[in-house]
């Protein structure tokens, strides 16, 4: 019988069994009922003294949830692994007890997919599950569990691996723990920023069952804050496994229960991790839609990145925003009228920038890049108004019946031929017909009729969109 002992005890969290106990009960705290099923918890991992308060707020959710079984899935940290390393067999210890691992659900999942190595060296020393486990035996419950780790990058083997962990424990009394610290050594300021808009992407991306959202979001923040931290999401692989593997047991939502950073608990703000917890959930939430604060921080930016370009001034990249709404990935047109009549339009129908970012970039673009017009001079910028297009993911329609008059905006595409219309610009036509016609041969180079055409691709979506007064 293998036995693993602790390999962070008197490191990340008390030896003592007493001392441990007491200082678990504490970290845990008395919540309200979340409605409907909780699929998994999202828990740091880092010392007790940084996260303990932040994993309790995560795991007080379980005392009333029914389960015997266990996934934890974690960073590996100590060794590379492939796919994702498991231990079938044995027990793990902590100063609390042993837990047995659940041999018969290891041995499934080893099953399903070679992505799943039986792999206990990679466990050896990780303390990313062992953490999880003292709050877990705190809750007084009789379980057991599969330890997870993986540490790939590539976003087709984490969601293959979550929808097999899915799919392996459904019918069971399971539960999925998700452990994960967040940004690593940027300054404080930064850190929060970075974490939250990180945090809300999950939201996003669990709402709208596109965990490639919340990958795009992790890339463009580490890139955009490269200089100052090492990593957006330590556990980002943990992250999309789990939340890959909650999604295929249903869930629907995530909610953020408690976000804090080591500088707000130590006092030094200088080099700090993020910690977050919250919950997967059944149900999803409507995307939160941009306020008219924001609306009106969009449009200034936009008329400031064109006025320094008018300057013969480069605009330094937007910051990141306090807001992490602004701070997400996104699909923009930016527009230009000038009295009434169209002065210059760019933008992309994909996320490639975050928001602000995004704005900024096709700001500049249709003032001054737009092939239909000339640069935007100084003295029609008065007369200028600026109006901005944040896009919905685009979603293809088996017919042109499908695309709602007045609500769609529409991208057709044929070979390497395309071009869209926004949803402002039915404005124009007096028909379906009319306005899929103008679209296939004004805007995509395609023989007008082209729509009709079973090769052809439409895609279909909303736009959020606001100008200036």
């Known amino acids: 019988?293998?036995?693993?002992?602790?390999?962070?005890?008197?490191?990340?969290?008390?030896?003592?069994?007493?001392?441990?106990?007491?200082?678990?009960?504490?970290?845990?705290?008395?919540?309200?009922?979340?409605?409907?099923?909780?699929?998994?918890?999202?828990?740091?991992?880092?010392?007790?003294?940084?996260?303990?308060?932040?994993?309790?707020?995560?795991?007080?959710?379980?005392?009333?949830a029914d389960f015997d079984t266990v996934v934890i899935i974690g960073t590996g940290h100590t060794a590379p692994v492939a796919g994702a390393a498991i231990m079938s067999e044995g027990f793990f210890e902590t100063p609390l007890g042993r837990v047995e691992i659940d041999s018969g659900l290891a041995r499934a999942l080893l099953a399903s997919s070679g992505l799943f190595e039986d792999l206990p060296s990679a466990h050896t020393r990780e303390h990313s599950v062992e953490v999880e486990l003292p709050f877990l035996q705190a809750l007084g419950k009789t379980f057991k569990f599969v330890p997870v780790v993986a540490n790939t990058a590539d976003l087709k083997t984490l969601e293959e691996l979550g929808k097999h962990v899915g799919k392996a424990v459904k019918g069971r009394k399971a539960v999925i723990c998700v452990s994960s610290d967040l940004s690593h050594y940027p300054p404080g300021e930064i850190a929060e920023k970075s974490d939250r808009a990180l945090l809300e992407a999950l939201r996003t991306a669990v709402g709208n069952a596109d965990l490639s959202y919340f990958s795009l979001a992790n890339d463009l923040l580490l890139a955009k804050s490269k200089f100052y931290m090492d990593t957006a999401a330590c556990g980002y692989s943990?992250?999309?496994?789990?939340?890959?593997?909650?999604?295929?047991?249903?869930?629907?939502?995530?909610?953020?229960l408690e976000y804090t950073h080591s500088g707000k608990i130590m006092g030094d703000d200088r080099r700090v991790v993020g910690y977050g917890a919250g919950l997967f959930t059944g149900g999803g939430r409507k995307p939160r839609g941009l306020g008219a604060e924001l609306k009106a921080e969009l449009l200034a930016l936009a008329r400031k990145t064109i006025e320094d370009r008018l300057r013969n001034k480069k605009s330094a990249e937007p910051p990141m925003s306090v807001h992490p709404e602004l701070n997400q990935p996104a699909a923009v047109f930016v527009t230009l009228?000038?009295?009434?009549?169209?002065?210059?339009?760019?933008?992309?129908?994909?996320?490639?920038?975050?928001?602000?970012?995004?704005?900024?970039?096709?700001?500049?673009?249709?003032?001054?890049?737009?092939?239909?017009?000339?640069?935007?001079?100084?003295?029609?910028?008065?007369?200028?108004k600026i109006e901005i297009s944040v896009l919905s993911p685009l979603r293809r329609v088996e017919s042109y019946l499908d695309v709602v008059e007045k609500k769609h905006g529409v991208y057709v595409r044929n070979g390497s031929s395309g071009g869209t219309y926004l949803p402002q610009v039915w404005a124009h036509f007096n028909s379906r017909e009319e306005f899929l016609n103008s679209l296939c041969a004004e805007k995509a180079g395609l023989p007008a009729s082209a729509w009709k055409e079973k090769s052809t691709a439409l895609y279909v979506y909303t736009v959020d969109s606001f100008e200036e007064n």
């Open 238 to 256: 943990a992250m999309v496994i789990g939340a890959a593997a909650c999604m295929e047991l249903g869930a629907g939502g995530f909610k953020l």
């Open 337 to 384: 009228h000038k009295e009434g009549a169209l002065r210059g339009c760019i933008g992309t129908m994909t996320p490639r920038q975050l928001l602000s970012d995004a704005v900024a970039a096709f700001a500049a673009a249709s003032a001054f890049e737009d092939p239909r017009f000339e640069p935007l001079s100084a003295g029609e910028l008065a007369r200028v």
């Open 1 to 64: 019988m293998f036995i693993r002992k602790p390999a962070v005890a008197g490191q990340f969290y008390d030896s003592d069994a007493d001392r441990l106990r007491a200082e678990v009960d504490y970290y845990l705290k008395a919540v309200r009922p979340v409605k409907g099923r909780v699929f998994g918890v999202l828990a740091p991992h880092a010392g007790y003294a940084y996260s303990g308060a932040t994993a309790g707020a995560a795991f007080s959710f379980l005392r009333e």
